[in-house]
């Protein structure tokens, strides 16, 4: 890592469970999320989530180019394309737990959007 990284990511790097090796491989890695219809709000929380964290590079399939810019401008260690490579990620279901009703969208695509995004995170770092 060069010293601007280290700085960048300091916080991670202090972490027991993330440490040196796990921003390495976490900027090493690549991961690939696509846009639905149904939750883009979700994915692209991950999206963020992804490149704040310094994931090596980021395929974001179905996203604008004023999307990938706004990624884009979150890390500029990630490589963000609108193509198909890198591991997929899964947003985590909507739990058992949440109202049944509409309720807050947003709080909902803010809790599937991060929790997928850290368990994407915690398994690259975990190998």
Known sequence: MRDDQVRRYARHILLPEVGGLGQTALMVSAAHLALTESEPEAELIAARFLVAGGVGSLAVTGATQEQIAE????????RVSDGNDGRPIVLAPRP????????????????????????????????
């Open 96 to 127: 058992a737990w949440w109202p049944s009703s509409a309720g807050d969208a947003s709080a909902l695509a803010f809790w599937r959007g991060g929790l997928g995004a850290v368990r994407w995170m915690t398994d690259v770092i975990n190998k």
């Open 71 to 78: 990624l884009q401008s979150h890390g500029p260690d990630t």
